[in-house]
């Protein structure tokens, strides 16, 4: 006969000042103790009152500091994290001979199949104009090039590229998306959100190692800088069998939850099963829908035309009846909804579809609307009212704000990034990255949201400072929002019951500056009651 096997042992963390957040009360208290009883937190307490409780405890006596709830990422693309490693890298170039330089670079030492990169952004080169097709071609030779913008919604591409697609200068736009031509007509290389996928398609997909490399450089990337958890953006079919893969060797190093794709056939064929109720390892939390493209790219939907670029008020990435019709689908199946939502004409769009969709639904569950960038002040107050999750990423406010004003003009930049409005009409804040289009460092996050300025600290005193949060209210969007988010009780703080999911710092995080804070490092991280052991600090 088997012996059962022995209770895991309690472990004793002392030394640091804890973070107690309630969701209606926070306070950092000095002199307490966490008791950690395998995947769970057993007791929250003084640290004498512990001690005598749990004598034969082993004890875990960290220097100071503060001791967190591990952060959640709130939005993020897991794969595209570890594909970036592989790819040219593109972020930072100061004009488009600068990003042809890094091709050449790149091409010359991996010399075969296509040339492929991401993070290059016109608005930070001089003349903010979109690249064309001399620079890349003249570094490309005859291998095709596609290198995507830094939101990820537009895509520089060569000749041979468009001649393979099949793309001229009579080629239409597709309904969901614009191909931009010269003054003589000509295709001049880029590719708006729905134009990508003509040459998107055409690119070998990644063999099942592959995949299996970037998830896992994505998530060990995420655990390194503190995450104990993310939620996957637009997870599509193949991705879903590496997670399932990767859980079965019980190979994940954070919790993963998985947004679907909006597929049709993949809804059909994940929906059917019932939602995970317990706080699983990995799960399929719901689907991830595109109302419209990014604020960069000029395919953010807007209420009224671009102030520059007066022939577009942006794009319907999706129809609308399409996204209402799959996201009461969702509701009723018990999975949620995930609407990306940019310009102010789509985050009221969304907002109209969500309503609809939770009163044809009868569902309890909060749906999220992902960015809500631009959001006129009639609609900001309906987050709260209608039960919407505002999944924001306050790094692309501190990101934008050089070129904000000129995409929407003096009439409406106050709409941009209205997170001081969105809590005030009581909506749930949940924090993210969007990474890799942004850094997934999190303490850069926080210094955003607190300050709304970049870390050179421009513009002085924050882009429209009104709209600032706190470092108390930001540390919340981190761990107890993304908690609610996700409709999961037993996660984004430390009270016994939560899930041992434990973030220490080795500085008092609510003391330090936002230069200092930007500067910090996670100092020790526990995933599901287990011990992390993290890289040394670089930077």
């Known amino acids: 006969m088997l012996m059962a096997p022995p209770p895991p042992a309690i472990i004793l963390i002392t030394g640091a000042d804890v973070w107690l957040d309630d969701g209606r009360n926070a306070e950092i208290k000095p002199s307490q103790a966490v008791a950690v009883k395998g995947t769970r937190i057993l007791a929250v307490g003084p640290v004498a009152q512990l001690v005598k409780r749990y004598p034969n405890a082993s004890r875990v006596e960290l220097n100071g500091g503060t001791l967190l709830p591990a952060f959640t990422e709130g939005h993020a693309h897991v794969s595209g994290l570890g594909i970036a490693k592989s790819e040219v890298d593109l972020n930072g170039t100061k004009d488009s001979k600068e990003a042809a330089e890094r091709v050449r670079t790149w091409s ?77 007509g000509d295709p001049t290389g880029v590719l708006v959100d729905g134009a990508l996928e003509l040459v998107a398609k055409l690119i ?17 990337e995420l655990r390194n800088e503190g995450f104990a958890a993310v939620a996957d953006m637009g997870v599509d079919v193949l991705e879903l069998a590496t997670y399932r893969a990767l859980v079965a060797e019980n190979a994940l190093p954070i919790r993963v939850f998985a947004y679907l794709r909006h597929d049709p056939n993949l809804l059909f064929q994940e929906l059917k099963q019932p939602r995970s109720e317990a706080t ?52 009723k199946a018990g999975y949620q909804p995930a609407v990306h939502a940019i310009g102010d004409a789509a985050n009221r769009m969304a907002l109209d579809i969500l309503e609809a969709a939770k009163q044809s639904s009868h569902s309890l569950i909060q749906p999220r609307i992902e960015h809500a960038q631009i959001v006129a002040a009639l609609d900001v107050p309906r987050f709260g009212k209608l039960g919407v999750i ?15 004003p000129a995409r929407l003009g003096p009439e409406r930049v106050h709409e941009a990034f209205p997170w001081r409005g969105l809590l005030k009409g009581g909506a749930v804040l949940a924090f993210g990255s969007d990474a890799p289009i942004e850094d997934p460092n999190p303490y850069v996050t926080l210094a955003a949201a607190e300050t709304r300025e970049d870390p050179k600290g421009d513009p002085p005193g ?22 609610r988010a996700l409709g999961r009780k037993d996660m984004g703080r430390i009270q016994k019951g939560a899930v041992a999911d434990l973030l220490w710092v080795s500085s008092p995080i609510f003391t330090l500056n936002p230069a200092e804070l930007r500067k910090l490092r996670p100092g020790r991280l526990w995933v599901n009651g287990v011990d992390v052991v993290l890289p040394s600090p670089t930077h």
């Open 204 to 220: 070998p997909l990644p063999t099942e190692l592959e995949r299996r490399e970037h998830l896992l450089e994505g998530l060990l």
């Open 462 to 483: 924050g882009f429209l400072p009104e709209q600032r949060l706190t470092r108390l209210e930001a540390l919340r969007a981190y761990t107890l929002g993304n908690a």
């Open 280 to 331: 699983a390892f990995f799960q399929v939390q719901g689907v991830k829908f595109y109302m419209d493209g990014a604020l960069g790219s000029r395919g953010a939907r807007l209420n009224q035309p671009y102030s520059d670029e007066a022939a577009t008020s942006g794009l319907w990435v999706t129809e609308p009846d399409d996204v209402l019709r799959d996201a009461t689908t969702t509701m």
């Open 390 to 404: 505002a999944s924001v990423q306050p790094v692309h406010c501190t990101s934008d704000h050089a070129w904000t």
């Open 108 to 184: 010359a030492a991996h010399k075969n199949g296509w040339i492929k990169g991401r993070g290059w952004d016109q608005n930070r080169w001089h003349g903010k104009a979109f690249p064309t097709l001399s620079d890349l071609d003249s570094v490309s030779g005859s291998r095709p090039a596609y290198l995507v913008r830094v939101d990820g919604h537009a895509a520089w591409v060569n000749s041979t590229a468009l001649r393979l697609a099949g793309i001229s200068a009579s080629t239409p736009d597709p309904k969901s998306g614009r191909i931009l031509h010269d003054d003589k």
